[in-house]
């Protein structure tokens, strides 16, 4: 989470800095595959401490397995879906496998907001709209919101 990151000013100018265009989501993971890239280190220090929800978390049962669903609203789940769509395309050939971890994280989200979330239709359908906006590569903030 780009919430508590301690950055070095030069790795900073280096790569770029942060995708404002994102607005919100993704913005961490873009940053740190730009570093990767760029041939920096990126440290994370787990013993730290940070108080930040992750959305609403619950817990679920579904055919004997638990899951934890996260129960962002609509607004978050468009950003989510967009921006990481941004992020599997552009870091496909650099980093396949986060790219595709990123895809499945998407569908197990659908599958998620199906099972077991409120407001399932709007959600799945701002998740829509996140995706066409990829496809139409439209980012900054959502007029629709």
Not at 9 to 27: M, N
Not at 51 to 75: D, M, P, Q, S, W
Not at 96 to 107: A, G, Q, T
């Amino acid at each position: 989470m780009t919430s508590g990151n301690l950055v070095s000013l030069q790795a900073y100018k280096e790569v770029g800095g942060w995708r404002e265009d994102f607005f919100i989501d993704s913005v961490d993971h873009e940053f740190c595959l730009r570093l990767w890239k760029g041939g920096f280190k990126v440290i994370c220090y787990r013993a730290s401490v940070l108080r930040h929800n992750l959305g609403k978390i619950t817990r679920h049962r579904f055919l004997g397995r638990e899951f934890c669903a996260t129960n962002h609203n609509y607004v978050r789940r468009y950003y989510m879906t967009r921006n990481a769509l941004f992020v599997a395309r552009d870091f496909l050939f650099d980093y396949p496998n986060f790219s595709l971890w990123i895809i499945r994280s998407l569908l197990v989200d659908v599958a998620k907001i199906v099972l077991a979330e409120d407001d399932k239709l709007r959600k799945l359908c701002s998740m829509a709209r996140g995706f066409k906006d990829f496809v139409l590569n439209r980012t900054g903030k959502a007029p629709f919101l």
